[in-house]
């Protein structure tokens, strides 16, 4: 469905204080605080809102285990989870009902240990668990669990309802949130930009906002700021209901790529799991796979992390497409070269839970011209976000 004025015509261009380019979660929620600030704003999606990697994620709503300078955005997004139901009239199911990090060896018990003290200056409070306090609180774990940490007031939420709430919240706040509206071309004359889509409309603001997801980099490479991205598919699947018993998010923490796993119970009662090795996914083709052997190691995992699932019943699969950078942390903030463009992509794979912070970032930004979350380190400029060939000459 689109909001496009019923009578426009393809000759008409819309004009908006702010184009944003995207329908994720990072596109959805920076039109809504948009609109709190009292701009207008069209946002542009070649699909459905919330479709690609918005909707194919695990659904973590965590703070702990990133690096420190994420924190002071995951602590506002945190914030705007706390309060959804007031801003958007629905909840996207999210519940805060904590999330657990534990681990199969000392040595990576200690650095979790460490992290437990490293974020406590900005906010967060960890408690470190022993394997018998695990054992007596969850009962859960296989006895090659040695420890971990719980931050109470993470949770999870349902990435398939979120990005659409957002977009419908927006749009109810005036937002013009057009879909299947395919960017050809960005033009920029100086004093704005022009978005031609591929049905022949015209969309000029003076700023923009790209949030394109694994396909963010080709827009950026209109003007001259070529990044790395590269698409990678997560391997996600979900159990049969299981009798309700665990409320938080629980992720294994491990070195060994293969180990990473991770799982949450809904209401329903199913187990959503995920993690370790990601499969192909392919932005020319807007296809991401899920590999059967990597669902089949997620199985083996799970079970040898928690016992009680050996004879689980698997019901569905599925991924999607997420661009990664060669540093391991997004593109966020303003151009380095052209006034008034921004950028919010590249959040490889741990977007879901920070979303709502980037969006009221970045609409703080380009609405007051300033922000308090340090963005230094998503810099597009920086030389980590460059592409593979230019940082190995580096």
């Not at 309700?244 to 809904?266: C, D, K, M, N």
């Not at 593109?331 to 980037?358: D, Q, R």
């Not at 703080?364 to 030389?383: H, N, Q």
Request: proline share 7%; with cysteine; charged share 20%.
């Amino acid at each position: 469905m689109s909001s496009a004025h019923p009578h426009t015509t393809p000759s008409t261009t819309q004009e908006s204080d702010v184009l944003v380019l995207g329908g994720g979660l990072m596109g959805t929620t920076t039109a809504f605080f948009l609109r709190q600030h009292g701009k207008s704003v069209t946002l542009l999606e070649r699909e459905l809102v919330g479709r690609q990697a918005s909707g194919t994620n695990f659904g973590n709503v965590r703070r702990q285990g990133r690096e420190l300078h994420q924190l002071p955005l995951a602590n506002r997004a945190r914030a705007v989870w706390g309060r959804i139901k007031d801003l958007l009239g629905e909840d996207a199911e999210f519940v805060p009902y904590g999330h657990l990090r534990v681990c199969y060896t000392e040595k990576q018990a200690a650095i979790i240990e460490k992290h437990t003290h490293d974020v406590k200056p900005y906010g967060l409070r960890l408690e470190m668990q022993t394997a018998e306090q695990l054992r007596k609180r969850w009962g859960i774990f296989a006895p090659g669990v040695v420890a971990g940490s719980y931050s109470p007031e993470d949770g999870h939420a349902n990435p398939r309802l979120a990005g659409p709430a957002f977009a419908r919240a927006a749009r109810r706040a005036g937002a013009n949130i057009v879909e299947h509206a395919e960017v050809l071309k960005v033009e920029h004359d100086g004093h704005g930009f022009t978005a031609h889509t591929a049905d022949g409309r015209r969309y000029r603001a003076p700023q923009m906002l790209v949030a394109c997801g694994a396909w963010s980099n080709r827009m950026a490479e209109q003007f001259g700021e070529g990044v790395s991205l590269d698409p990678r598919g997560p391997q996600m699947g979900v159990t049969e209901p299981l009798p309700y018993a665990i409320g938080p998010s629980i992720g294994l923490s491990s070195p060994i790529e293969h180990e990473g796993l991770y799982f949450r119970q809904i209401s329903r009662g199913n187990i959503v799991f995920g993690g370790g090795l990601k499969g192909p996914a392919y932005a020319d083709h807007i296809r991401a796979y899920s590999k059967p052997d990597n669902i089949l190691r997620q199985l083996r995992e799970l079970r040898r992390f928690v016992p009680a699932f050996e004879h689980v019943q698997l019901i569905r699969v599925w991924s999607g497409i997420e661009g990664y950078t060669p540093d391991w942390q997004p593109i966020m903030g303003p151009s380095a070269k052209v006034p008034g463009l921004h950028y919010a992509f590249g959040f490889n794979g741990e977007g879901f839970a920070i979303s709502p912070g980037v969006g009221e970032t970045m609409a703080e930004l380009m609405a007051t011209g300033r922000t308090d979350i340090p963005l230094g380190p998503y810099f597009i400029g920086r030389p980590g976000a460059q592409r593979a060939e230019a940082a190995k000459a580096a």
